[in-house]
């Protein structure tokens, strides 16, 4: 028996069953869907793409994992050298995990552990009295209201979701700002011996509600960040690989740690990484055991898994997917341009992601269905009816998907 995800099981609609999956379309036994959605927004070339499986089969032959403890492989090592060369600044570090919430927590430990360290190198007895004594060891983090960072506990705990609450009485270990920059700075002021991080999904919370905000907020916290000494973690997991319109927002403003996911293998097999920088990883470099990253996922750095990630980013790069980027957002535009509906709250584009924020929950309530029956699939949520379709979708697709939307909401 499966337990799907995020549903009541006694009363959720039977999911559609996908026999195949081709370019941007899904097929079921009698309906051929555009997936607006790229499963989770992570299959950016579409399925089936015939250079990815072969990445895959090619890796297969030779092996297709073995760990990364006491072992290492060709593909992650080419892919790890890519990412440093591929990514801005000295993100440098890459640890891998297998999943966007395991690669939250890692994040989230390395930032907590590099004060422990320095506290224990510059002097072990005062990081003891300080812990003790609530005193300034930094084990807060600093996140955003309606942000999401995967389903796991920390990540939960930094999240801001009601649905999740329930696991925590009190959320001890996080405050929580709107992105305002009062707020902001604020929370600087009063919070900054206590913060060991501020995370965020920059400029586009997802799962949140596709809700957008500006440069502007993530260039002040980096000033900030530097000024109180936190460390900047940008949650890419979502954003990364063009979705907003910048190949990352980390090319725009440099975190101290970098997460990504989904995109990162084009959607073809669960991986992850976290990627530090210089000043980051020398936190855990030395001859210490004891300020070593205790961590190490059973499937981190996959050969399958990096192989594909590999081949992806060949095909991001010689394929020129940030012109297909500005394509996707100038034809959302062109066709969304003066589209007012009554039941429509707000439109919202950025890169590959728009979102109709509706007035009401109610009127997402069959919006699935008329889609399904229209030939797109789409998994509208709360009060959000969105797409983030493949890169690689051309524009009689996109303006179907497009039109599917506004003709349930006219
Ligand atoms: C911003 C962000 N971080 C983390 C995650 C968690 O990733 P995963 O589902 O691979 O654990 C998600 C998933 O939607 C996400 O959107």
């Known amino acids: 028996m499966i337990w799907y995800p995020y549903e009541q099981m006694k009363t959720m609609r039977p999911p559609y069953e996908i026999i195949d999956a081709k370019g941007v379309y899904l097929y079921t036994k009698d309906q051929q869907l555009i997936d607006s959605i790229s499963s989770w927004w992570s299959v950016i070339h579409g399925y089936k793409h015939?250079?990815?499986?072969?990445?895959?089969?090619?890796?297969?032959?030779?092996?297709s994992h073995v760990m990364l403890g006491g072992l290492t492989?060709?593909?992650?090592?080419?892919?790890?050298?890519?990412?440093?060369?591929?990514?801005p600044g000295d993100l440098d570090y890459c640890f891998f995990s297998d999943s966007g919430s395991v690669a939250v927590e890692v994040a989230l430990k390395m930032a907590l552990q590099y004060y422990i360290n320095r506290g224990r190198n510059r002097d072990k007895v005062l990081a003891l009295h300080n812990a003790h004594h609530g005193g300034s060891l930094k084990t807060k983090v600093l996140a955003l209201e309606h942000a999401y960072h995967g389903d796991t506990f920390k990540a939960m705990e930094v999240g801001d979701d009601p649905d999740y609450h329930f696991a925590f009485e009190e959320k001890k270990?996080?405050?929580?700002?709107?992105?305002?920059?009062?707020?902001?700075?604020?929370?600087?002021?009063?919070?900054?011996?206590?913060?060991n991080s501020f995370i965020v999904e920059p400029l586009l919370q997802g799962a949140g509600g596709m809700l957008m905000y500006d440069m502007a907020f993530l260039k002040r916290a980096r000033e900030l960040c530097d000024e109180y000494d936190v460390l900047l973690i940008f949650d890419e997991v979502a954003t990364g690989f063009g979705r907003t319109g910048y190949r990352f927002v980390s090319d725009e403003v440099l975190p101290d740690i970098l997460v990504l996911g989904k995109a990162l293998t084009g959607g073809y097999i669960g991986h992850a990484v976290t990627v530090a920088n210089h000043k980051v990883y020398q936190g855990f470099y030395g001859d210490d055991p004891e300020i070593a990253l205790m961590h190490g996922p059973t499937f981190m750095g996959n050969a399958l898994a990096c192989s594909v990630a590999l081949k992806s980013i060949e095909l991001f790069e010689q394929e020129n997917y940030m012109d297909k980027i500005r394509r996707i957002t100038e034809i959302t535009r062109r066709e969304l341009k003066g589209f007012e509906s009554p039941k429509v709250k707000e439109v919202r584009i950025m890169g590959g992601c728009v979102c109709l924020e509706v007035k009401e929950e109610e009127t997402i309530r069959g919006y699935q269905q008329f889609a399904y029956e229209r030939g797109v699939f789409a998994r509208p949520f709360l009060k959000y009816i969105y797409a983030m379709v493949p890169y690689v979708i051309k524009e009689e697709e996109l303006v179907k998907v497009i039109s599917t939307m506004k003709d349930w909401l006219s």
């Open 73 to 87: 492989h060709e593909p992650v090592k080419k892919l790890s050298r890519k990412l440093e060369e591929w990514l």
């Open 50 to 63: 015939p250079l990815l499986t072969e990445a895959i089969k090619n890796q297969a032959d030779h092996f």
């Open 173 to 195: 270990g996080v405050y929580h700002i709107p992105t305002e920059m009062s707020a902001l700075e604020d929370a600087f002021l009063k919070h900054h011996q206590e913060l």
